[in-house]
């Protein structure tokens, strides 16, 4: 089986930039995908046991590969059982583990989400609202093809579902404003009314960041930490201890 089984090229073009974050997301598809697949199979029908076998296989093979190919770690160092020694138990630990990791990701990228991410209040969520009404209208009237069309009018959509989140993310305005902001000239039915909106869009949300910033000191962006093991190394008893001294006396 491959990557496919499990998620969908859409769903694979989607993934975050972020490599870390991405192998999260890719991880929770994957898994929503394999217990959708297994779900109405019967564990104790030995034809549908192998097919449960081999979709988890599968899913551990995917989750490595896709661990190396962003050089997440430590899944970077893991490798897959093979399948004639395969056995219920590798699993289980392995979703143990996976779950450990995974945890670990999901909080450090939300403290870290912070500090590109801000709170807009409603009165300038209205106003940015407002800003967007305004492109859409431009986008509508402007010389373009229907498809270039639909495809900024989409990207309006995006930005409209961004802002109903309590925490708005910066980056995510950015790069509509980006895409928007890339059109020709000649194709906006005004040039002049896009680019004061767009400029007054951005302004509000650098505004409220600045004045969140001002209120409340959040911690700088920093390194992502490198993920812990569920469990410590087990201690080498012999550790220190020598095997062949050179000492010829006899302790007695």
């Not at 975050?16 to 192998?23: G, H, L, V």
């Amino acid at each position: 089986m491959s990557i496919l089984n499990f998620v969908d090229q859409d769903q694979l073009d989607e993934l975050n930039e972020d490599p870390r974050i991405a192998f999260m997301e890719l991880v929770n598809l994957a898994q929503r995908s394999l217990h959708d697949q297994t779900k109405f199979l019967d564990e104790d029908e030995r034809s549908d046991w192998i097919k449960i076998e081999d979709l988890r296989l599968s899913f551990m093979n995917v989750v490595l590969a896709s661990a190396k190919r962003f050089e997440v770690e430590p899944f970077v160092s893991m490798e897959v059982p093979h399948r004639k020694q395969f056995d219920m138990r590798d699993y289980d630990q392995f979703k143990f583990d996976l779950d450990h990791y995974v945890t670990q990701l999901v909080l450090d990228n939300s403290l870290r989400s912070k500090a590109d991410t801000v709170a807009i209040l409603p009165k300038t969520k209205d106003t940015i609202r407002g800003y967007i009404n305004g492109l859409r209208e431009c986008i509508e009237k402007g010389n373009m093809d229907q498809k270039k069309r639909d495809a900024l009018l989409h990207r309006l959509d995006a930005l409209e579902a961004e802002l109903e989140k309590r925490r708005v993310s910066m980056v995510a305005v950015a790069r509509i404003a980006y895409h928007l902001w890339a059109v020709p000239g000649s194709m906006w039915a005004s040039y002049d009314v896009a680019n004061k909106l767009l400029s007054s869009m951005m302004h509000n949300v650098a505004e409220a960041k600045e004045q969140e910033s001002t209120q409340k000191q959040l911690p700088p962006s920093e390194p992502p930490k490198v993920l812990s093991p569920p469990r410590q190394p087990a201690p080498n008893l012999f550790a220190g201890a020598s095997f062949a001294d050179d000492s010829d006396e006899v302790p007695f």
